[in-house]
Protein backbone atom coordinates (compact mmCIF):
# COMPACT_ATOMS: atom_id res chain seq x y z
CA UNK A 1 0.00 0.00 0.00
CA UNK A 2 1.19 3.47 -0.89
CA UNK A 3 2.30 5.27 2.19
CA UNK A 4 -0.25 7.92 2.46
CA UNK A 5 1.89 10.54 3.90
CA UNK A 6 3.00 11.12 0.36
CA UNK A 7 -0.52 11.90 -0.90
CA UNK A 8 0.05 14.98 1.18
CA UNK A 9 3.66 16.58 -0.14
CA UNK A 10 3.54 19.93 1.54
CA UNK A 11 5.88 21.97 -0.52
CA UNK A 12 4.68 22.23 -3.98
CA UNK A 13 1.49 20.38 -4.08
CA UNK A 14 -1.15 22.82 -4.55
CA UNK A 15 -4.07 22.52 -2.90
CA UNK A 16 -4.70 19.55 -0.49
CA UNK A 17 -6.73 20.64 2.56
CA UNK A 18 -5.58 17.94 5.48
CA UNK A 19 -7.97 17.36 8.20
CA UNK A 20 -7.18 17.85 11.93
CA UNK A 21 -6.66 14.21 12.36
CA UNK A 22 -4.35 14.06 9.28
CA UNK A 23 -2.18 17.23 10.06
CA UNK A 24 -1.96 15.26 13.99
CA UNK A 25 -1.40 11.65 12.23
CA UNK A 26 1.18 13.28 9.58
CA UNK A 27 3.76 15.79 11.41
CA UNK A 28 6.08 17.51 8.83
CA UNK A 29 9.19 19.18 9.40
CA UNK A 30 8.78 23.25 9.11
CA UNK A 31 10.85 25.56 7.78
CA UNK A 32 12.21 28.34 10.29
CA UNK A 33 9.40 30.42 8.12
CA UNK A 34 6.67 28.05 8.32
CA UNK A 35 6.76 28.29 12.47
CA UNK A 36 5.20 31.60 12.34
CA UNK A 37 2.35 30.69 9.84
CA UNK A 38 -1.19 30.45 11.33
CA UNK A 39 -2.42 26.93 11.22
CA UNK A 40 -4.33 25.88 7.88
CA UNK A 41 -7.81 26.57 8.08
CA UNK A 42 -10.70 23.69 8.82
CA UNK A 43 -13.39 23.72 6.56
CA UNK A 44 -16.75 22.04 6.90
CA UNK A 45 -17.88 19.72 4.38
CA UNK A 46 -20.01 22.20 2.23
CA UNK A 47 -18.85 25.38 3.36
CA UNK A 48 -16.38 27.45 1.27
CA UNK A 49 -12.99 28.57 2.35
CA UNK A 50 -12.71 31.69 4.59
CA UNK A 51 -10.05 33.85 3.19
CA UNK A 52 -8.00 35.65 5.87
CA UNK A 53 -8.44 38.61 7.75
CA UNK A 54 -5.17 40.24 5.85
CA UNK A 55 -6.65 39.78 2.42
CA UNK A 56 -9.08 40.81 0.19
CA UNK A 57 -10.90 39.11 -2.00
CA UNK A 58 -11.37 41.56 -5.45
CA UNK A 59 -15.04 41.16 -5.29
CA UNK A 60 -15.20 42.95 -1.91
CA UNK A 61 -15.34 46.48 -2.50
CA UNK A 62 -12.07 47.28 -0.77
CA UNK A 63 -10.95 44.95 -3.30
CA UNK A 64 -12.63 46.57 -6.61
CA UNK A 65 -11.14 49.93 -5.13
CA UNK A 66 -7.57 48.77 -5.10
CA UNK A 67 -8.05 47.65 -8.26
CA UNK A 68 -9.48 50.72 -10.07
CA UNK A 69 -6.69 52.96 -8.10
CA UNK A 70 -3.96 51.06 -8.98
CA UNK A 71 -1.20 52.51 -11.41
CA UNK A 72 0.58 48.92 -12.20
CA UNK A 73 -2.94 46.62 -13.76
CA UNK A 74 -2.53 46.28 -16.84
CA UNK A 75 -1.52 42.26 -16.76
CA UNK A 76 -4.58 41.96 -15.05
CA UNK A 77 -6.66 42.76 -18.59
CA UNK A 78 -5.32 39.96 -20.21
CA UNK A 79 -4.95 37.62 -17.52
CA UNK A 80 -8.86 38.16 -16.46
CA UNK A 81 -9.60 37.53 -20.58
CA UNK A 82 -8.07 33.55 -19.76
CA UNK A 83 -8.71 32.76 -16.24
CA UNK A 84 -7.99 29.33 -15.74
CA UNK A 85 -9.10 26.86 -12.86
CA UNK A 86 -6.49 23.79 -12.15
CA UNK A 87 -8.03 20.37 -13.71
CA UNK A 88 -6.53 18.45 -10.75
CA UNK A 89 -4.97 19.76 -7.83
CA UNK A 90 -1.77 19.38 -8.66
CA UNK A 91 -1.57 21.23 -11.66
CA UNK A 92 -1.56 25.17 -10.65
CA UNK A 93 1.73 25.67 -12.66
CA UNK A 94 0.04 24.11 -15.39
CA UNK A 95 -3.25 26.23 -15.19
CA UNK A 96 -1.02 29.75 -14.67
CA UNK A 97 1.18 29.00 -17.83
CA UNK A 98 -1.84 28.35 -19.57
CA UNK A 99 -3.25 31.34 -18.84
CA UNK A 100 0.27 33.40 -19.40
CA UNK A 101 0.70 31.61 -23.14
CA UNK A 102 -3.06 32.21 -24.68
CA UNK A 103 -3.06 36.16 -23.40
CA UNK A 104 0.57 36.35 -24.55
CA UNK A 105 -1.05 35.66 -28.26
CA UNK A 106 2.03 33.16 -29.53
CA UNK A 107 0.98 30.99 -31.77
CA UNK A 108 -1.81 28.22 -30.34
CA UNK A 109 -1.17 24.72 -30.92
CA UNK A 110 -4.15 22.57 -31.99
CA UNK A 111 -5.68 21.05 -29.49
CA UNK A 112 -7.40 17.74 -29.16
CA UNK A 113 -10.23 19.40 -26.36
CA UNK A 114 -11.06 22.15 -29.52
CA UNK A 115 -9.92 20.16 -32.45
CA UNK A 116 -11.05 23.55 -34.65
CA UNK A 117 -9.66 26.16 -32.92
CA UNK A 118 -5.57 26.42 -31.65
CA UNK A 119 -5.68 27.11 -28.23
CA UNK A 120 -3.07 26.32 -25.11
CA UNK A 121 -5.05 23.68 -22.90
CA UNK A 122 -4.02 21.67 -19.77
CA UNK A 123 -4.98 18.93 -21.28
CA UNK A 124 -2.22 19.47 -24.07
CA UNK A 125 0.21 21.14 -21.99
CA UNK A 126 3.09 18.72 -21.78
CA UNK A 127 2.41 17.62 -25.35
CA UNK A 128 5.78 18.27 -26.78
CA UNK A 129 7.77 18.48 -23.42
CA UNK A 130 10.21 15.57 -22.43
CA UNK A 131 9.38 13.70 -20.17
CA UNK A 132 12.72 13.42 -18.62
CA UNK A 133 11.57 16.98 -17.67
CA UNK A 134 8.09 17.14 -16.60
CA UNK A 135 6.36 13.91 -16.87
CA UNK A 136 2.92 14.66 -16.34
CA UNK A 137 1.47 11.52 -14.32
CA UNK A 138 4.10 13.00 -11.94
CA UNK A 139 3.29 16.54 -11.93
CA UNK A 140 -0.45 15.34 -11.66
CA UNK A 141 0.64 14.05 -8.06
CA UNK A 142 3.01 16.29 -7.23
CA UNK A 143 3.01 20.10 -8.89
CA UNK A 144 6.53 21.48 -10.86
CA UNK A 145 9.38 23.70 -8.68
CA UNK A 146 10.52 26.72 -10.08
CA UNK A 147 13.10 25.22 -11.89
CA UNK A 148 10.75 22.83 -13.83
CA UNK A 149 8.15 25.17 -14.98
CA UNK A 150 11.58 27.28 -16.16
CA UNK A 151 12.40 24.43 -18.28
CA UNK A 152 9.18 23.40 -19.19
CA UNK A 153 7.99 26.93 -20.57
CA UNK A 154 11.57 26.78 -22.14
CA UNK A 155 9.78 24.53 -25.22
CA UNK A 156 7.50 27.62 -26.14
CA UNK A 157 8.08 30.73 -28.13
CA UNK A 158 8.64 33.02 -24.66
CA UNK A 159 11.56 34.42 -22.90
CA UNK A 160 11.76 32.78 -19.18
CA UNK A 161 13.56 35.43 -16.29
CA UNK A 162 13.50 33.21 -13.18
CA UNK A 163 13.86 35.51 -10.09
CA UNK A 164 14.58 33.21 -6.77
CA UNK A 165 12.73 34.91 -3.97
CA UNK A 166 15.43 34.76 -1.57
CA UNK A 167 17.43 36.95 -3.48
CA UNK A 168 15.20 39.54 -3.08
CA UNK A 169 14.18 42.15 -0.57
CA UNK A 170 10.44 43.92 -0.15
CA UNK A 171 11.65 47.28 -1.38
CA UNK A 172 13.29 44.88 -4.67
CA UNK A 173 10.34 42.78 -5.13
CA UNK A 174 8.31 46.30 -4.98
CA UNK A 175 10.18 48.12 -7.59
CA UNK A 176 10.44 44.22 -10.01
CA UNK A 177 6.20 44.02 -9.66
CA UNK A 178 6.08 48.03 -10.87
CA UNK A 179 7.94 47.26 -13.71
CA UNK A 180 6.45 44.35 -15.03
CA UNK A 181 2.54 44.94 -14.20
CA UNK A 182 2.09 47.62 -15.81
CA UNK A 183 2.30 46.22 -19.01
CA UNK A 184 0.24 43.69 -21.16
CA UNK A 185 2.97 42.18 -23.11
CA UNK A 186 4.91 39.95 -19.97
CA UNK A 187 3.21 38.05 -16.89
CA UNK A 188 4.71 37.14 -13.85
CA UNK A 189 4.30 33.75 -12.10
CA UNK A 190 4.29 33.10 -8.68
CA UNK A 191 5.48 30.15 -6.90
CA UNK A 192 4.95 30.30 -2.94
CA UNK A 193 3.81 28.64 0.36
CA UNK A 194 -0.15 29.25 1.37
CA UNK A 195 0.28 29.01 5.02
CA UNK A 196 2.75 32.17 5.35
CA UNK A 197 -0.40 34.41 3.42
CA UNK A 198 -2.79 32.58 5.90
CA UNK A 199 -4.29 30.79 4.01
CA UNK A 200 -5.24 26.78 3.74
CA UNK A 201 -2.49 24.64 2.12
CA UNK A 202 0.96 24.16 0.86
CA UNK A 203 3.16 24.92 -2.25
CA UNK A 204 1.23 26.92 -5.06
CA UNK A 205 1.55 28.43 -8.42
CA UNK A 206 -0.39 31.46 -9.40
CA UNK A 207 0.01 34.64 -11.48
CA UNK A 208 0.26 38.21 -10.37
CA UNK A 209 -2.11 40.54 -11.95
CA UNK A 210 -2.30 44.06 -10.04
CA UNK A 211 -0.09 46.38 -7.70
CA UNK A 212 -1.94 48.75 -5.14
CA UNK A 213 0.46 51.38 -3.93
CA UNK A 214 -1.19 52.84 -1.29
CA UNK A 215 -1.90 49.47 0.69
CA UNK A 216 1.57 47.90 -0.82
CA UNK A 217 -0.58 44.95 -1.68
CA UNK A 218 -0.26 42.40 -4.95
CA UNK A 219 -3.36 41.28 -6.61
CA UNK A 220 -3.39 37.41 -6.50
CA UNK A 221 -5.48 35.70 -9.52
CA UNK A 222 -5.41 32.22 -8.06
CA UNK A 223 -6.25 29.14 -10.37
CA UNK A 224 -7.33 26.82 -7.94
CA UNK A 225 -10.53 28.70 -7.94
CA UNK A 226 -12.77 26.41 -6.09
CA UNK A 227 -10.48 27.40 -3.13
CA UNK A 228 -10.34 30.86 -3.00
CA UNK A 229 -11.38 33.82 -5.27
CA UNK A 230 -8.85 36.03 -6.62
CA UNK A 231 -7.47 37.53 -3.17
CA UNK A 232 -4.72 41.32 -2.57
CA UNK A 233 -1.66 39.77 -0.35
CA UNK A 234 0.68 42.50 1.27
CA UNK A 235 3.46 42.49 -0.50
CA UNK A 236 5.39 41.77 2.52
CA UNK A 237 3.39 38.23 3.10
CA UNK A 238 3.63 37.47 -0.51
CA UNK A 239 7.45 37.78 -0.55
CA UNK A 240 7.54 35.43 2.95
CA UNK A 241 5.41 33.22 0.96
CA UNK A 242 8.05 32.35 -1.83
CA UNK A 243 11.40 32.65 0.04
CA UNK A 244 9.70 29.29 1.57
CA UNK A 245 12.25 26.33 0.79
CA UNK A 246 10.26 23.61 -1.41
CA UNK A 247 11.43 20.08 -0.11
CA UNK A 248 12.44 18.65 -3.72
CA UNK A 249 15.10 21.41 -4.43
CA UNK A 250 16.31 22.34 -1.26
CA UNK A 251 15.91 26.37 -3.16
CA UNK A 252 13.41 29.49 -2.37
CA UNK A 253 10.46 29.49 -4.37
CA UNK A 254 10.23 32.45 -6.53
CA UNK A 255 8.99 33.89 -9.60
CA UNK A 256 9.13 34.00 -13.72
CA UNK A 257 8.46 36.54 -15.63
CA UNK A 258 7.22 35.52 -19.05
CA UNK A 259 7.72 37.12 -22.43
CA UNK A 260 6.53 36.64 -25.50
CA UNK A 261 9.93 35.94 -27.97
CA UNK A 262 10.36 39.01 -30.55
Known sequence: MKNIASWFEPVRWCSGLLTVAAVVALPQPLMARELIAPPATVVAAGQPLEIPNRLFALSHPIGQQRLLQSDYRQAYWPLATYFETQRNQAYCSVATSVMALNALGVPRPATVL??????????????????RIADPEVVA??????EQLEAVLGHYTVTVEKVVADTLDASQLRE???????????????????????????????????????????????????????????????????QNHDSVSGKARGLLIVTKKN
Open 114 to 131: YPDFPFFTQEDFFANVDR
Open 141 to 146: RKGMTL
Open 176 to 242: LLKKHLREQDRFVLLNFNRRLIGQAGGGHWSPLAAYHEASDSVLLMDVARYKYPPVWVPLVDLLQGA
